[in-house]
């Protein structure tokens, strides 16, 4: 049984920040990459930034230069710094991590939190 685990969701205001964790506990053989997506009501899931095993990131345009995203795979942990927060930003933000388990060696698999909701309002 693998889980992820997110923290760090709230209220805050326009212009403020706020950071997000998400840390994988289980059977787990590796995870490459680690992501974040965010899904405002009405609209459909859509990626905010991923960050691969080597280091690798890529963000969604509305986010550049705002959050950046990094991982600590001592702890399977991602982390989501995110900066000038804007209303639009508003929404349920959900980790998501493609992993190998000790269990199914061949096989990759994805593996999604339980989401956190981001509402950013003054």
């Known amino acids: 049984q693998v889980q992820l685990v997110e923290s760090g969701g709230g209220l805050v205001q326009p212009g403020g920040s706020l950071r997000l964790s998400c840390a994988a506990s289980g059977s787990i053989f590796s995870i490459n990459t680690m992501g974040w997506y965010r899904q405002a009501p009405g609209k459909q899931r859509e990626l905010v930034a991923n960050?691969?095993?080597?280091?690798?990131?890529n963000y969604a345009d509305s986010v550049k230069g705002r959050f950046t995203i990094s991982r600590d795979n001592a702890k399977n942990t991602v982390y989501l710094q995110m900066n000038s927060l804007k209303p639009e930003d508003t929404a349920v933000y959900y980790c998501?991590?493609?992993?190998?388990?000790?269990?199914?060696?061949?096989?990759?698999?994805?593996?999604w939190g339980q989401g956190t909701q981001i509402t950013v309002s003054s």
């Open positions: 960050i691969t095993s080597g280091g690798n990131t």
């Open positions: 998501d991590m493609w992993m190998v388990l000790v269990t199914t060696p061949h096989r990759s698999r994805e593996v």
